[in-house]
C-alpha cells in the first residue's frame, strides 16, 4: 500500500506539474484542455437556455452556475478553464470557481493569484456536504439570523448560497481503489451531487456531447473495441428481442447498441454498483431527454422488484444491481431472454484457474438454472484476463466456451455455435459467444467479420466460428518451461526413470520432450478438460487422479488413467516420478499436489518395510511454483524431506529461485533412493547451467 507522502507525490505531481516535463505534463495539459472545453459548452449552452426565459428568474439571480477544482498554488486547471472561457468570447470574471482546500496556506496563495476565484480552507467533501444542505432549503423559510451560520466546513451561508445551485463543472479525484477509505468518500460525494440537485441539467449540448465522446474514445480504446462487438452482437441477436445486459461500463455499449438495432426490443440492464447506476441513468436522461426515468434499485423486497419487473420491462429500462440476479426466476414471473450478455469484466483480471471453472460462475447458473433463457438464445461473456494466464493463444476463450458448454449441458441447454472477439485494452479481453441449440444447427453465433478497415485496438480478433480443435500455438509463458526441459531430462535419465507423471500448464515444452526420453509418460491435466482433450489429439495418455477430480484430498494408492482407446489402472507406487510444473502459489501447489506427493512417499516406505529395499531406481520428486514469497519455498521444500523421513534416503538436487516477467518462481527436484546410472557428466552440466541461469535471472 503507498505511504501517505507516496500519494501526496503522486498527486502533487499530476495536479502541480514535474520539474522533469517543464512543470506541465502532457497528459495533465490535455485532460484540463479537454474538460475545461466540455465546462465551458456546459456553462454556455445552460446560459442560453436561461436567456430565453426557460428559468425561474428568481431561481437564475440566486443560484447562478459554478465549477468546483481540487487545486494548488499553481492553478493549472484554472487556467485550462480561462483559456477556454476565452476562445468562447466569455470573461473570466463569468466564472464562478470554487476551490476547497484544506491547506490555509495553499488557500491564502489561490486567491492572491485569482482573486475572481473562491477557496474555501476546507475539504472537498465538507463543502459538497454544506452545499447539498444549502440547496435543500428554502431560502424564503430560513430566519435572516440563520443566514450567517457557520457550516461544518468552516464557511458562511451566505457565501455558499450565492455560489450554490447548478455546478456546470465538477472535478473530484483521489488516491486509492473504490473500495479504500478515499474511494468510498468520492462516492459518498458523487451521491450528494445527484441527489442534492448540484448538478447542471441540461448539461451538454449537442456540441459538448461530440467533445466528451471524442474525448472518452481517444482515452479509452476499449470503448471502441467494446462498441464494436456490442454492435456485432446486437446485430445477432436480431429485432424485437428481450435481452438482459449485465454492463461493465456506464456508458452503456451493449444497451445502447440493441436499442440502436431495434427500437422494439425490451431491454433489462444491469450495473456493477448503485453508484454506476446512478451515473448511467444520469447520462442516459441527458442523452435521451424522452427515455423514461430509470430504476435504481438498493435492496428491493421481492414484492417491489416484481412490480419493476412487470411494469416496466414493456415500457423502456430498467437498472438494477447483479444483487438481484438472486431474485430472477424465483417468484417473479418473467418471460425468458432471447439475448444476454454477462459483462465479467468490471473487476479484476481473471486467473487460469478462474478460467477453467467459469461453469461455476453465479450469474452464469443463475441464468441457466432457472430457464431464464430461451432454448435458442444469444449469449456473450465478457472477460478480462490476466496476461499471464494464456499458455497457448486463445487458452481463455477455450475455457470460457468449454465451461459455458458444461453449464449449459447442466441444465438442459445445447450449444448450436461459438464465436469469440479479443482485444487488448489495458489488459487481454475477451468476449465468447454461444449460440443456444441443437449441435447440427449450422446457425453462428455472431455473423461474418464486418468490413472495419483499421481499428485502433491492439490485438482485435473477431472469429465468427471459434474452432477448439485448432493446434495450440504457445504463448511466451512457456519459455520458462523450456529452459527447465534440459535439466529435467538430464535428471531423468541419470536415474533411469522408466514411468513418469507430468504436469504442466499447456503442455508444449516438457512433454514433447519427455515423450522420447522416458518409457511411460502420463500427463495429468488436473480437471481441465480443454487439455485433456488436446492431450488425446496430440496422441498422449491422459492420466486422472482416482476419485472426486476437484478435490485432491481423495487421492488413494491406485491412479487410474484414462487414454484415448479406454482406461487402465496404474500403481502409484510404480511411478518414478513426479514432474509437476504448476501456474500456482505454495499454498495452491500443496492443495493440489500434497496428497499425491504424499501418497508416493506412503507407497515408498511401505516397499522398502516389505521387501527391505526401495524401489529399483528410486523415486524423483520436480516441482515448479510461484515463489514470491522467497523464504515460503526452502520450508516447503523441507516438509516433504521431513515427510521422507529417516527411512528413506532424501537429498535435494537443486533447488533456485527465479524472475520472468513481473512473477517469481521457485523450481526445486528431490531425489530419494536414487542411484544414479552413468557417469552423470550430463546431469552436472545441465545443473549448472540452470543454476547460472536462475542467477542471473534473480
Given amino acids: 500500500m503507498a505511504t501517505a507522502r507516496t500519494r501526496e507525490r503522486f498527486t502533487g505531481t499530476y495536479r502541480c506539474g514535474s520539474e522533469r516535463t517543464g512543470g506541465h505534463p502532457a497528459e495533465k495539459a490535455a485532460v484540463n484542455q ?12 445552460a446560459s442560453g437556455v436561461q436567456d430565453a426565459g426557460d428559468l425561474n428568474r428568481h431561481h437564475k439571480k440566486q443560484r447562478g452556475l459554478w465549477s468546483l477544482l481540487l487545486e494548488t498554488r499553481e492553478l493549472r486547471t484554472l487556467a485550462a478553464l480561462r483559456s477556454a472561457a476565452t476562445a468562447r468570447g466569455m470573461k473570466p470574471s463569468e466564472l464562478f470557481v470554487v476551490i476547497p482546500n484544506p491547506s490555509a496556506e495553499e488557500c491564502s496563495a489561490m486567491a492572491a493569484a485569482a482573486p475572481e476565484s473562491h477557496t474555501f480552507p476546507c475539504t472537498s467533501h465538507s463543502l459538497l456536504s454544506d452545499l447539498a444542505g444549502v440547496c435543500s432549503r428554502d431560502a424564503s423559510t430560513v430566519p435572516a439570523a440563520d443566514k450567517s451560520s457557520v457550516c461544518e466546513s468552516g464557511t458562511e451561508d451566505d457565501e455558499l448560497q450565492a455560489g450554490s445551485g447548478a455546478a456546470a463543472d465538477v472535478r473530484l479525484d483521489y488516491c486509492g481503489t473504490l473500495d479504500s477509505l478515499a474511494g468510498r468518500r468520492r462516492q459518498a460525494d458523487i451521491e450528494t451531487l445527484f441527489s442534492g440537485g448540484l448538478l447542471l441539467r441540461p448539461g451538454l449540448s449537442k456540441e459538448a456531447r461530440w467533445q466528451l465522446g471524442r474525448g472518452l474514445c481517444a482515452e479509452r480504446p476499449v470503448g ?35 436499442q440502436a438495432h431495434s427500437a422494439r426490443s425490451k431491454i433489462v440492464t444491469a450495473l456493477p454498483s448503485h453508484l454506476d447506476a446512478a451515473i448511467a441513468q444520469e447520462l442516459r436522461r441527458v442523452r435521451h431527454p424522452s427515455t423514461p426515468l430509470l430504476e435504481k434499485a438498493a435492496s428491493p423486497a421481492k414484492g417491489r422488484f416484481q412490480e419493476v419487473c412487470t411494469s416496466s420491462l414493456d415500457s423502456g429500462l430498467v437498472y438494477f444491481t447483479p444483487a438481484l440476479m438472486a431474485h430472477l426466476g424465483s417468484d417473479v414471473p418473467i418471460e425468458p431472454f432471447d439475448a444476454v450478455w454477462l459483462g465479467c469484466e468490471s473487476g479484476r483480471s481473471c486467473t487460469a484457474a478462474e478460467l477453467r471453472e467459469c461453469d461455476k460462475w453465479a450469474h452464469l447458473n443463475v441464468l441457466l438454472s432457472r430457464q431464464l433463457l430461451n432454448p435458442e438464445a444469444l449469449l456473450a461473456i465478457s472477460v478480462s484476463v490476466s496476461s499471464s494466464s494464456e499458455f497457448w493463444h486463445g487458452a481463455a476463450v477455450d475455457w470460457i466456451l468449454e465451461g459455458a458448454r458444461r453449464a449449459c449441458h447442466r441444465y438442459g441447454y445445447g450449444v448450436a455455435n461459438t464465436s469469440a472477439i479479443r482485444f487488448e485494452a489495458n489488459a487481454p479481453r475477451v468476449i465468447a459467444v454461444l449460440r443456444l441449440g441443437s449441435a447440427s444447427s449450422d446457425a453462428l453465433a455472431l455473423g461474418p467479420a464486418p468490413a472495419l478497415g483499421a481499428i485502433p485496438v491492439k490485438g482485435w480478433d473477431y472469429a465468427a466460428r471459434w474452432d477448439q480443435e485448432r493446434e495450440p500455438s504457445p504463448t511466451a509463458e512457456v519459455a520458462r518451461h523450456r529452459l527447465l526441459v534440459p535439466y529435467i531430462t538430464a535428471l531423468l535419465r541419470s536415474a533411469g526413470s522408466d514411468s513418469v507423471l507430468l504436469h504442466e500448464p499447456g503442455f508444449s515444452a516438457t512433454a514433447p520432450a519427455l515423450r522420447g526420453c522416458v518409457g511411460r509418460l502420463l500427463c495429468c491435466a488436473a480437471s481441465d478438460t480443454v487439455s485433456e482433450n488436446q492431450l488425446w489429439r496430440r496422441g498422449f495418455s491422459v492420466s486422472r487422479l482416482s476419485g472426486d477430480a476437484d478435490v485432491v484430498l481423495s487421492v488413494d494408492e491406485v491412479l487410474p488413467t484414462s487414454a484415448a482407446g479406454g482406461s487402465t489402472s496404474v500403481e502409484l ?12 502459489g505454495v499454498a495452491a501447489w500443496r492443495a493440489h499436489w500434497g496428497a499425491l506427493v504424499a501418497a508416493r512417499l506412503r507407497a515408498a516406505r511401505a516397499r522398502l518395510r516389505s521387501e527391505g529395499s526401495c524401489d529399483a531406481q528410486g523415486f524423483i520428486l520436480i516441482l515448479l511454483c510461484e515463489g514470491s514469497d522467497a523464504a515460503a519455498l526452502p520450508s516447503f521444500v523441507e516438509e516433504f524431506l521431513v515427510e521422507a523421513g529417516g527411512e528413506l534416503e532424501a537429498t535435494l538436487d537443486v533447488r533456485v529461485s527465479f524472475k520472468q516477467g513481473s512473477r517469481r518462481w521457485g523450481f526445486a527436484s528431490l531425489k530419494l533412493a536414487v542411484a544414479e546410472v552413468g557417469s552423470g557428466s550430463e546431469l552436472s552440466l545441465a545443473r549448472s547451467e540452470l543454476q547460472l541461469w536462475a542467477k542471473q535471472h534473480s
Fill in 34 to 45: 479537454w474538460l475545461a472545453e466540455l465546462a465551458v459548452a456546459a456553462a454556455s449552452f
Fill in 224 to 258: 471502441v473495441a467494446t462498441r464494436l462487438a456490442a454492435e456485432a452482437f446486437a446485430a445477432a441477436a436480431g429485432d424485437d428481442v428481450r435481452a438482459l445486459a449485465l454492463e461493465g461500463c456506464k456508458l452503456l455499449p451493449v444497451t445502447s447498441a440493441l
Fill in 573 to 584: 507406487g510404480l511411478i518414478d516420478a513426479l514432474v509437476l510444473l504448476d501456474d500456482c
